[in-house]
């Protein structure tokens, strides 16, 4: 007989000669073996007969929904129980194959990496370069592994309130990306179908529409507040803030904060941080006095230049095992767990903090 198969991989359909012509054989049962339980169409079509196989009909069927529901809905990410990854950008006689970015989101689990108030902004940042540059890079499994984890980045942020500014702003390049990709650039570039992006952009606006409905609410308390604090100590908490935007917006509170906010010490402190000594040695802002206003040239120098980027915790790579992993901080100080199984003699000194972009360059081949 021909090969009738819908699928090159099949077998094809099994057949059997009668006095009528051939007729198809058609397969039920649970497993395929000695169980096997072979009818022909005409006795299947048979009304006498109809319930004779509703059951195993039934239980094909259910299970197909299920597994269909799964893939279709399903919010929640494979977990492994180990959280490293080779990257590497070749093969070798002992790991072959190449470690793909949307491999990196399942087995480094950002789900749960999410739910560290040190690790959020980490996780924040690098889905923000992706949504710049990389969305069209994923796969389609990653593309939805990837809006599956940012949904709880929102849920997250609506119900702790925690740095709603970081999310608006990459909500903001994520639905501008989707909106060239979906609009102004070739569909034929986008995984999946333009109405699967259509809906994933509604969402994204839907987003953006609580996140500025938002309404932090005020913790009534009756001990001391931070305008309570003395000046010295109120200064010392200014200077620890990384972030100028931070700093405008707590000088708005109250009219001492304002002054100490507009301190000419606090902005070239800030300055030196992020900023190179030849940077802004280049760009230096002045006033009608001659001195350097350090404030102006913060933002002038933003405009140039990349800032320093600061977080509590980041991924790590290991350059002797060429493993990218989380550092569990309460495991290396009981155990004296580097995180990964890592072979060399000092394993500390193989270590590496990876920034997001590196990150994000250590899967571009």
């Not at 799964?70 to 490293?84: E, G, P």
């Not at 070749?90 to 793909?100: A, D, I, K, L, V």
Request: net charge positive; hydrophobic share 35%; with cysteine.
């Amino acid at each position: 007989m021909p090969f009738l198969g819908q699928d090159w991989r099949s077998p094809g359909w099994s057949w059997k000669k009668t006095e009528e012509g051939w007729k198809r054989i058609v397969f039920f049962g649970h497993e395929l073996g000695d169980n096997i339980k072979e009818i022909d169409l005409k006795e299947l079509c048979n009304e006498n007969k109809e319930k004779l196989f509703v059951e195993d009909v039934c239980d094909l069927t259910t299970k197909k929904r299920k597994k269909d529901f799964y893939n279709n809905n399903t919010k929640s990410q494979f977990v492994f129980r180990d959280k490293w990854i080779y990257a590497q950008k070749g093969s070798t006689r002992e790991r072959h194959g190449y470690c793909t970015l949307g491999e990196a989101f399942n087995r480094l689990d950002f789900s749960s990496a999410i739910q560290d108030m040190r690790r959020f902004n980490y996780v924040a940042k690098l889905f923000q370069l992706i949504a710049k540059s990389q969305l069209t890079s994923l796969s389609g499994a990653a593309q939805k592994n990837y809006f599956n984890i940012l949904e709880k980045i929102v849920r997250k942020v609506l119900d702790d309130h925690y740095n709603p500014r970081l999310i608006k702003e990459l909500l903001q390049d994520l639905s501008s990306t989707l909106q060239s990709l979906t609009v102004g650039v070739d569909r034929s570039i986008l995984v999946g179908t333009v109405n699967i992006w259509l809906c994933r952009l509604e969402n994204i606006l839907s987003w953006q529409q609580q996140l500025n409905n938002l309404q932090i609410p005020k913790q009534m308390s009756d001990g001391a507040s931070f305008s309570d604090l003395p000046l010295q100590m109120q200064n010392k908490i200014l200077y620890k803030f990384s972030d100028a935007n931070d700093i405008i917006n707590l000088g708005q509170a109250t009219y001492t904060l304002q002054i100490l906010s507009e301190d000419r010490k606090l902005w070239k402190k800030l300055c030196q941080f992020h900023f190179s000594e030849k940077q802004y040695c280049r760009n230096l802002v002045l006033t009608e006095s001659d001195n350097v206003d350090w404030k102006l040239m913060y933002f002038t120098l933003q405009k140039y230049y990349p800032k320093r980027e600061q977080y509590g915790d980041t991924l790590h790579f290991c350059k002797h095992c060429s493993i990218l992993f989380w550092k569990d901080r309460h495991l290396a100080l009981l155990f004296k767990d580097c995180g990964h199984p890592c072979t060399a003699e000092d394993p500390d000194n193989c270590l590496m903090p990876v920034s997001p972009q590196h990150f994000i360059d250590l899967f571009q081949f």
